[in-house]
């Protein structure tokens, strides 16, 4: 169980590397651009994120259990 907490941190780690590191040049501007948008929207978004990441994990789970 610990090897799969550890692949999905560092998952998360290069994916969020890799997206600094091609967006470098434009994070100003995309921060800019987040800026503008009303926060509210932003929780929605990260909310249903979130809860379709949680649904990903316990399907997975509980379908493909071995």
């Keep these: ?3 799969i907490l550890f692949t999905s941190i560092g ?3 290069i994916i969020e590397g890799a997206l600094y590191f091609f967006l470098a ?3 100003n501007k995309l ?3 987040l800026s503008a948008i009303n ?3 932003i929780k929605n978004i990260s ?3 979130a809860l379709m990441g949680l649904c990903l994990i316990y399907f997975t ?3 493909y259990d071995n």
Aim: aromatic share 20%; charged share 10%; hydrophobic share 50%.
């Design 47 to 49: 909310a249903f994120c």
């Design 11 to 13: 998952l998360v780690l």
């Design 25 to 27: 040049n434009y994070l």
């Design 61 to 63: 789970f509980k379908y």
């Design 31 to 33: 921060l800019n651009i």
């Design 39 to 41: 926060p509210h929207t």
């Design 1 to 3: 169980m610990s090897e």
